[in-house]
């Protein structure tokens, strides 16, 4: 398992009961998880001292209940900073686990020794631009989303990167690569983050166990001659990290050579030394 411990202004505290006790920064929150099936005694006191709360409905959703907690707040990652806010479906806005994700791809970018174009697709709030940007790359950020990008491009401002050489788009991902295609880009490295459903602006349907598979051979046909590196995230599931894996040498590694990898993504926890899983990251690289 591929884990994000190196942290300092987030923390998972402890976890039972199909819930999850977090710090973020310097607001505790308590929210739902799926993967928390065992039922434990809850003994840190945030879990009755929280700022935040995130209850399930039995119709479906839920609902926030706040405690002193600011509308928004930041925190930092390295000299990565993010605007956070509690919003639909249980979100904050950040998906810490993936700064192990984020460590690797900088890391990648440079001891390349030479400029590197990275795309970012489904790219949510940044923080896998934030990380290559800082690294040095040259970014194209997708997201289908306007709110979505303008929350990038101010996570972006407060890193002190709004110099940096990223190009904000507010696109639907498949239909954004179908152009690039047939415009000749070329990206040395591709970072996707697909959701495991979804609709696009006209109604068309994504449902990743069906799409994925189409959508990587799509993209590597934006790969450059010397491509870096290629990164699937998935929370979905029942998409294992070994069919991630699979797929990259089908498409990507038969072609370039280099290795593929695939492994769960989780966070350490504090209170008994477990690791929560977050879903899992496929990992390509010459």
């Not at 505790?28 to 879990?47: A, C, F, N, S, Y």
């Not at 000749?184 to 970072?191: E, L, S, T």
């Not at 290629?230 to 498409?251: H, K, M, R, W």
Request: proline letters at 5%; one cysteine or more; a positive charge.
């Amino acid at each position: 398992m591929w884990i994000a411990d190196k942290w300092q202004d987030y923390e998972v505290i402890d976890t039972s009961s199909g819930e999850k006790l977090e710090r973020w920064g310097s607001y505790i929150l308590i929210r739902p998880d799926p993967q928390v099936i065992w039922q434990t005694e809850k003994k840190d006191t945030g879990w009755k001292r929280c700022n935040g709360h995130y209850y399930r409905s039995n119709k479906g959703g839920g609902n926030w209940e706040f405690f002193n907690m600011p509308d928004t707040w930041q925190i930092s990652y390295n000299n990565l900073r993010f605007n956070l806010k509690p919003f639909q479906f249980k979100h904050t806005g950040l998906f810490p686990e993936q700064a192990v994700n984020w460590d690797w791809t900088g890391n990648k970018i440079k001891n390349a020794s030479r400029e590197i174009k990275v795309l970012n697709l489904f790219a949510y709030t940044g923080g896998a631009t934030l990380a290559a940007a800082a690294a040095g790359a040259k970014v194209t950020h997708v997201d289908a989303s306007k709110g979505m990008v303008s929350w990038a491009k101010e996570n972006l401002a407060l890193s002190h990167l709004k110099d940096a050489p990223v190009r904000f788009l507010v696109d639907d991902c498949v239909k954004f690569v179908e152009r690039e295609i047939r415009r000749g880009n070329k990206y040395d490295g591709i970072i996707m983050d697909p959701p495991s459903y979804g609709r696009g602006p006209k109604g068309e349907i994504w449902k990743i166990e069906d799409k994925i598979h189409p959508f990587i051979k799509l993209c590597v046909k934006l790969l450059s001659n010397k491509p870096l590196f290629f990164l699937i995230n998935s929370y979905t599931t029942g998409l294992q990290p070994a069919v991630l894996s699979y797929l990259l040498d089908l498409e990507v590694t038969s072609k370039f050579g280099g290795k593929a990898n695939a492994q769960e993504i989780g966070l350490p926890v504090t209170a008994n030394g477990l690791v929560l899983p977050c879903g899992a990251s496929g990992r390509w690289e010459i």
